[in-house]
């Protein structure tokens, strides 16, 4: 199971974005294939569902940033909760306090649509007309991870055999 915070920008002016974020839940099915002692190869499917979102206009002035969020801006938002991606990667394991860790580093493509229909901010709502997110955007992401393991690692006692 895991939880993940999708973030996507676009740039509505020279001194505006447009923030969506996608808070999803998800079921990782990963196969981890041994290539080394202490490396793994790692390739699977995630299946999510966006629990949440939220939609922020950030402008800039000259040194500071501000955020503003109205009801106006999710008129014409529609996620498409349920996603799907695949994923590749390595898993390194090491060890700490005789707990076996792993380190991943993950290349996830997504193979659904973020969006059920194209998502536009009008020029009544940020000042010019603008395409945020389109259906045909398939993220790709990079992804450093670290799973912690609680359990002790548990040493294989030597059975010995009498003749």
């Not at 498409?80 to 580093?105: D, P, T």
Request: one cysteine or more; glycine letters at 4%; hydrophobic letters at 35%.
């Amino acid at each position: 199971i895991q939880f993940q915070v999708n973030r996507y920008h676009s740039r509505s002016a020279p001194k505006q974005l447009v923030h969506v974020e996608q808070y999803t839940a998800g079921l990782a099915l990963d196969v981890l294939m041994r290539l080394r002692k202490k490396m793994l190869l790692r390739v699977g499917l995630i299946f999510s569902t966006v629990a949440s979102h939220d939609i922020q206009v950030s402008y800039k002035d000259y040194n500071s940033r501000g955020y503003y969020s109205t009801d106006d801006l999710y008129k014409s938002y529609e996620p498409q909760n349920f996603q799907s991606s695949v994923n590749l990667g390595l898993c390194f394991l090491f060890k700490i306090f005789r707990r076996e860790q792993k380190f991943n580093i993950k290349f996830v493509q997504y193979g659904s649509r973020l969006v059920n229909s194209d998502y536009w901010l009008t020029k009544n709502q940020i000042g010019e007309d603008t395409k945020v997110l389109s259906t045909k955007a398939r993220p790709t992401m990079l992804i450093f991870a670290l799973e912690i393991n609680l359990q002790k690692f548990k040493k294989q006692k030597k059975h010995e055999t009498e003749e």
